[in-house]
């Protein structure tokens, strides 16, 4: 434990920060597009343009995260759930799991009450109420909305970020599913995907209305979604836990990654190889008239 918090602790604070970084993003885009003083709410009264901007908001803030310094170094997971996954996967050591567990839920937390010391009561009114992730439709609603989006979420990410010729758009690929989910899914659970992000907004709002909800469907979602992959590719075709990995910062993971351009290769010879509809090489033989006539005229006939 003692040298995994001594040698990995930038990992460990990059986690944290980067939730804290998302959540405080997500404050400051409720207010500005759901606040009833904005400028944009009267702009646009209806609801569904506003969340379409806030999706493409918080898509674009997921991607700065994913290919920011810092997000390549800690992998971007910012989310329990994807820990857990890749844990499962046999990428992540226990103790990283921990701390990386520890330091979301403390990041999301932290990004939450420091929007709410800059903001103030604007994040606090019912329109906005410290962007909570609730559903509009009960908890066994959202229990299913957040098991199908994050299954989804996690099954593009690992055969993205496995793929030799993929593995660079793999932050491109989440932040468009992000931005989709709050643009289209977001009544159906709030569109939360992380346990830790729930619990920020909902430890500074102290409602606490099915959380277990967040907790668990999450998980779910994910872990099977690193279940079907593990057992129709193979445990060997996940290479790393990173969402990008072509950087030069280092890995704390069980790091595959250097084989993923060997397969890429062995992938494009086998592309290669004539068809059964190609062009085949001429076989020469040669027959025995041939023989005889060079006895022949080795004996000068």
């Known amino acids: 434990m003692l040298k995994a918090l001594r040698t990995h602790w930038p990992e460990y604070l990059i986690e944290a920060a980067g939730l804290g970084f998302f959540m405080a993003s997500a404050c400051a885009f409720g207010v500005l597009l759901f606040h009833p003083s904005s400028p944009v709410v009267a702009a646009l009264p209806g609801a569904t343009p506003r969340r379409v901007l806030m999706g493409a908001a918080m898509g ?27 844990y499962r996967l046999g990428k992540v050591k226990g103790w990283d799991v921990l701390f990386y567990i520890a330091a979301q839920f403390a ?30 439709y009960g908890a066994g609603v959202a229990f299913a909305a957040e098991v199908v989006i994050t299954f989804v979420l996690m099954t593009v990410v690992l055969n993205a970020s496995n793929s030799p010729r993929l593995t660079r758009w793999t932050g491109l690929f989440a932040g468009a599913l992000v931005m989709t989910y709050i643009s289209v899914e977001a009544p159906l659970s709030g569109m939360s995907m992380n346990p830790a992000r729930t619990f920020g907004s ?71 190889r004539p068809t059964g509809g190609g062009v085949r090489p001429v076989e020469i033989t040669r027959s025995a008239a041939f023989d005889t006539a060079k006895l022949l005229l080795a004996a000068g006939l």
């Open 107 to 136: 990041g999301g937390v932290a990004g939450t009450l420091i929007a709410v010391a800059l903001l103030g009561e604007a994040v606090r009114v019912p329109e906005v109420n410290y962007v909570v992730t609730q559903g509009e």
């Open 202 to 272: 909902a430890l500074a709002a102290r409602l606490w209305t099915a959380l277990w909800v967040y907790f668990t469907a999450p998980l779910v979602g994910m872990l099977l979604a690193a279940e079907l992959y593990r057992r129709t590719r193979g445990p060997e075709r996940v290479y790393c836990a990173k969402y990008h990995h072509r950087n030069t910062q280092r890995c704390i993971f069980n790091c595959g990654f250097d084989r993923i351009d060997v397969r890429g290769e062995k992938a494009g010879a086998e592309d290669r």
């Open 60 to 86: 674009a803030t997921a991607v700065a995260i994913i290919y920011s310094p810092w997000g390549k170094r800690s992998g971007a997971h910012i989310n329990p759930a994807t820990t857990l996954a890749f």
